[in-house]
C-alpha cells in the first residue's frame, strides 16, 4: 500500500511538475460550435461577466446583463453525462466482466469501477484545467485547478462554457462533468487488454500516469479552443486560432473521440498487453468467456449511453445531435450486420459474441464521425468498421502476437482508425456530409468545390499518427516506472487462483 501511494504522490508530482511550465493565461475555453462539426465542444471558461455594483460607478452605463445558459441545452447535458455514466457503470464493466473467465469477474468489475472514480476525482483536481483552460498548443494551465473560478462570489453566478453556436451556453459546470466521463470511460477502455493477471494497485498507478500525460494532452490538442464568440472579426480569427490546441489548428475532425477516447486508449492498452506479458497457459489452455449473457447486457448498455457519448457532444439540443443520434443508430445496427456476415463466411456460422463487439465496433467507428457526416456516410462506416474490427481481432491479433485480452486494440484501435480516416471522407457535402467551417468569423460552412477530401484525409491520418506516437511513448514510460516501483503482474499462483480471492479475498459465484 506504501509503495501504491508513494507512486500516486509521485504521478501528481510528476504532472504538475512538468506542466506547471504551460502558460496560464486567463481561461477563455469556449467550444467549437454545433454549426462545426470540426471538433468536440470545448468550454468557455471565462465566467459570466458580472454587472458592476451601482455604487462602484454610478454614472456609469448599466452593464451588459451575464448570458443566461439555455435550459433545454443543459438539460440534455446533463442527461448525456448520466448516459455516459452508464455506458461505463455498468455497461462496460459488465461487457468485459463477460469476457473473463469466472474467477476473474470480480477484478474486472472492480478496476473499472474504481479507474472511473479515480480519474473523475483527478479531472476535478487539476485534470479538466489541464484540458480544457489556455496553455499552449499541447496542454492547458491552471486556472481551473480545483475548479476555482467556476462560482462568481460577487456576481453571484455560474461560469457559462460555450457551445458550438454563438451567443448560445451552458453552465459550465455541466460541461466539466460530461467531459468527466469521457475522461473516466477512456481510462477504464486500457483495463481489457490487460485482464486477468495485473495487480491492482498496478492498474491506479498507471492510470495516474497515463491520465496525466496522455489523455490531458490529447484532449487539449484536440478539443480545445476559444470558442465562437472569440470570433469577433477577421482581425481576430487568426489569433485566435493560434491559441487553441494542435490539432484544432490543423482542422482535425473529432466530434466525439475518435482520437482522444478510442485510439488513445486502445494503444495505451496494446503497449501493456505486450510489458505486462500474455496469460499463463495462454494459447494452450481454455480462456473462454465464461457469460456471454452479461456481456450481452453490457454491450446493449454501452449502445444505449453511447447516444448521451455522441450525441452529447453536439452540446446543444439541435440539429448537429440529433445527426450524430441516428448516425450512432444507422453505424451501429450495420456493423453488427457487417460482423456476423463476417462470421458466417469465415466461420460457417455467426456468434452472440461477434453481433456484441460488432455493436461496439461500429460504436467506435462513428464516434468521430457522428455530428461530421451525412446518414448514407454513417452507414457505410458502420460496414466498413465492422467488418475491419472482425479483422482487427483475428488477423491482426495473431501478427501483433500480444495477449490483448479483451481485443482493446482490434476494436477501439481498429475502428477508432476506420472512423478517423473516413470522417475526412464523409465531411465532404458533395457525399452528403455537413462539411466543416471554413469562416468562425461568420460561421459559414465549407462548399463542396472547396472541401478537399484528400486534404482532410491527410489531417485526419496526421492526427491519428500523433496520437499513437504520443499515447504509445507516454504508456511505455508509465508502464516501465510502474514495474519499477509496484510490479505489474501477480504471482503465477494468484493468476492460477483468480484475481477476485488472491486480490480482492471475494467471489463472483459461490456454490
Known amino acids: 500500500m506504501k509503495k501504491l501511494l508513494a507512486t500516486l504522490a509521485l504521478g501528481l508530482s510528476l504532472g504538475w511538475g512538468v506542466f506547471g511550465a504551460a502558460s496560464v493565461a486567463t481561461a477563455q475555453t469556449a467550444p467549437a460550435a454545433v454549426t462545426a462539426p470540426a471538433a468536440e465542444a470545448k468550454p468557455a471558461d471565462a465566467a459570466a461577466p458580472a454587472t458592476a455594483p451601482a455604487a462602484a460607478a454610478p454614472a456609469a452605463a448599466e452593464a451588459a446583463p451575464a448570458p443566461v445558459p439555455n435550459k433545454a441545452d443543459t438539460g440534455w ?18 461487457f468485459y466482466g463477460g469476457l473473463v473467465r469466472s474467477k ?16 473523475t476525482v483527478l479531472w476535478f483536481v487539476y485534470g479538466y484545467s489541464l484540458a480544457f483552460t489556455e496553455g499552449n498548443a499541447y496542454i492547458g494551465g491552471f486556472d481551473r485547478l480545483f475548479m476555482k473560478g467556476i462560482w462568481d462570489n ?21 460541461f466539466a462533468a460530461f467531459q468527466a466521463t469521457f475522461a473516466g470511460i477512456t481510462c477504464a477502455l486500457i483495463i481489457g487488454a490487460f485482464a486477468e493477471r495485473i495487480k491492482f494497485s498496478a492498474v491506479l498507478a498507471f492510470m495516474v500516469l497515463w491520465f496525466t500525460f496522455s489523455y490531458l494532452p490529447v484532449a487539449h490538442m484536440v478539443w480545445f479552443w476559444m470558442g465562437p464568440d472569440a470570433y469577433a472579426s477577421k482581425e481576430v480569427a ?34 501493456g ?6 496469460r499463463v497457459g495462454y494459447g494452450r489452455e481454455s480462456m473462454a468467456p465464461h457469460s456471454l449473457t452479461l456481456t450481452m447486457v453490457g454491450a446493449s448498455l454501452l449502445w444505449v449511453g453511447w447516444f448521451g457519448f455522441n450525441a ?55 464516434t468521430p464521425a457522428a455530428g461530421n457526416v451525412g446518414l448514407g456516410g454513417a452507414l457505410i462506416i458502420g460496414f466498413i468498421g465492422g467488418f475491419a474490427c472482425l479483422w482487427g481481432v483475428n488477423g491482426l491479433k495473431k501478427m501483433l502476437g500480444a495477449d490483448d485480452s479483451l481485443d482493446v486494440f482490434g476494436v477501439h484501435g481498429v ?15 458533395a457525399l452528403g456530409g455537413p462539411s466543416a467551417v471554413g469562416d468562425w468569423v461568420t460561421v459559414t460552412m465549407i462548399t463542396p468545390d472547396a472541401y478537399s477530401i484528400a486534404a ?11 496520437t499513437i506516437v504520443w499515447s504509445g511513448v507516454v504508456s511505455v514510460v508509465a508502464f516501465k516506472i510502474v514495474d519499477l516501483t509496484i510490479g505489474l503482474r501477480v504471482t503465477e499462483e494468484e493468476e492460477r487462483e483468480g484475481l477476485d480471492i488472491s486480490s480482492h479475498g471475494e467471489s463472483a459465484y459461490h456454490g
Open 456 to 466: 482532410q484525409v491527410w489531417t485526419q491520418a496526421k492526427a491519428v499518427l500523433l
Open 312 to 366: 452529447g457532444s453536439a452540446l446543444e439540443a439541435n440539429g448537429f445531435a440529433a445527426l450524430a443520434f441516428i448516425n450512432t443508430l444507422i453505424a451501429t445496427a450495420a456493423a453488427v450486420l457487417a460482423w456476423c456476415v463476417g462470421e458466417a463466411l469465415m466461420r460457417g456460422k455467426a456468434s452472440m459474441l461477434g453481433a456484441a463487439s460488432g455493436a461496439v465496433a461500429g460504436l467506435v467507428a462513428i
Open 77 to 94: 447535458m446533463m442527461l448525456s453525462t448520466i448516459l455516459v455514466i452508464l455506458m461505463v457503470i455498468p455497461g462496460l464493466a459488465l
Open 104 to 119: 476473474n469477474m470480480l477484478s474486472v468489475l472492480m478496476q473499472v469501477v474504481v479507474t472511473f472514480s479515480l480519474i
Open 415 to 429: 475502428g477508432g482508425i476506420v472512423g478517423a480516416l473516413l470522417t475526412g471522407v464523409f465531411n465532404s457535402p
Open 238 to 271: 487568426d489569433e485566435m486560432t493560434s491559441k487553441a490546441g494542435l490539432l484544432w489548428q490543423w482542422g482535425a475532425l473529432d466530434f466525439a473521440g475518435g482520437t482522444v477516447v478510442h485510439i488513445n486508449a486502445a494503444v495505451a492498452g496494446l503497449v
Open 273 to 278: 498487453a505486450f510489458m505486462v506479458g500474455k
Open 154 to 174: 460577487v456576481a453571484g453566478t455560474f461560469a457559462n462554457a460555450a457551445t458550438f453556436s454563438k451567443g448560445v451556453y451552458i453552465p459550465e459546470i455541466s
